[in-house]
């Protein structure tokens, strides 16, 4: 069986992993979120690709979910020291090495999916992850200035976009986030192998990552959405939200931002029938069942906290199982 | 008193300290050798300046006499599990920092001067550090290939350029240096300040650093030995070479490719009476001060081990002394 996961960070690479587990036979395609790269010391950092690679190959930091293992910050105390920022982005010695081994491949000429492949030449993931592109995309959030500086804003004048890292990391997306733009994004293009896979599969899942920022910017890449839907092959997600919150991160400040109530019914309308085949709620939210079915979206309430790698098994065996249930 | 002084690493910078203690309110500035710069994984990195830099400024492994005191290595570690190397060149954490501020500021735009500059604002180093020059220039050393990889070498054909910190550290100069050649200094222009500081100099002096690699680089630089020649002041050298050995290093060996013996006396008709004024042998090598005098040049024998920074400032002062004798 192909299967295709649209993934974002930690909770998209936790995903995987149950899915790996409930599907060991599986030959899976990910295609992973770039839009939160971001070029740090002059490093190019792509945080979910590498939070991917690194959960599947056994390197990443378990209890935070992202970074590496005995993670030690020796370079970036050294890099402070010289008064070179930025301070709040949490760039390990043991990752600094994958940065600098992609950037300079990067500067050498290798696509962002060639420099992929060869780092996971290393961590053997189990899948095969791609670049959603290999040109820059980079999410803006927009942010009123008067809500990090204290000073009036006004009319859209004191508005700014900052990077998504920075909402996300430094502000905590502790102010309201008012657009959230995947710059870059409708002129890029899928990269080598995207559309094929999407082609070629037998189900693609959306995991339980954020609709907005992660499956969402990989949506924005121009042929993406549209070789989803064209597959004709069944489309299943899982909810980010649980109980009206999500179940982790701050997804709903990005939500917001695109006009969509956090609720799991909510999301799934917002992804729509055209795309979405089956959607997969938690079993508090068993209420908005009949919801999403009238939306045309088949869905059923399962236990959807990824609290260890049986249970996550179980979701993704859940969502294998509604594959096979609309593909009918 | 404007002293001015020609610097390659480790030796060079053991004496400037000998020289600050010596001479404590003189107003020195170092024209730093680049020709050993190099990149590894992408970034800048500049030996010779940034031992200097951390020798004076406090943060120099005093034992081995380059790198970062207290260093880590976890970053080259990791470099060598992705099958990145080369793994022969020490690049600890601590430093890694440094070529990764120097790399995004020149990858910004930065001249290496500025650069320099801008990293000497945390080490304090006490003195004005320039690199003799803002464009790349690059020491490569001629080998015969049978030297390396058993195969039969022949007339030339046989023979391949290899960068010097390869000849150095990789090969630790265990075969002959046929010729040594500081690729790009031909074409090269002295670093902002340099020319001038020449100028204003009131002193001018050749610590024992390796006459070929690091102090012949320097003086490539099309107007270096020009200003210095023309300057009118006293230049004084201390010999690198001790009873017919260099005092560390391998000096020898770039000796033999440029023809030059490895004796004090030599290196010091080698530089010349038209830029040398002055020179410095070792006690032991007395026998040559006749040698040295009869080829124009002022020579003095006094002890040139550098064992401890007093040892070290007598032969600042010594130096400073002849300095005022031959200016007579």
New interface residues.
Partial sequence: MRIVVLAGGIGGARFLRGLMSAAPDADITVIGNTGDDIHL???KVCPDLDTVMYTLGGGIHEEQGWGRAEE?F???E??A????GPEWFGLG??D???H??R??MM??GYPLSAVTE??C??WQPGVRLLPMTDDRVETHVLIDTADINGSAGGDGEGRKAIHFQEYWVRLRASVPAHAVVPVGADQAKPAPGVLEAIADADVVLFPPSNPVVSVGTILAVPGVREAIADAGVPVVGLSPIVGDAPVRGMADKVLAAVGVESTAAAVAKHYGSGLLDGWLVDTVDAGAVEEVEAAGIRCRAIPLMMTDLKATAAMAAEALALAEEVRG
């Fill in positions: 010391f002059g490093l030690t020796t370079v970036k050294e890099l020291a010289y008064g070179v010695d043991r600094f090495a994958t600098i081994v950037t300079q500067g050498a060869a780092l030449a290393r």
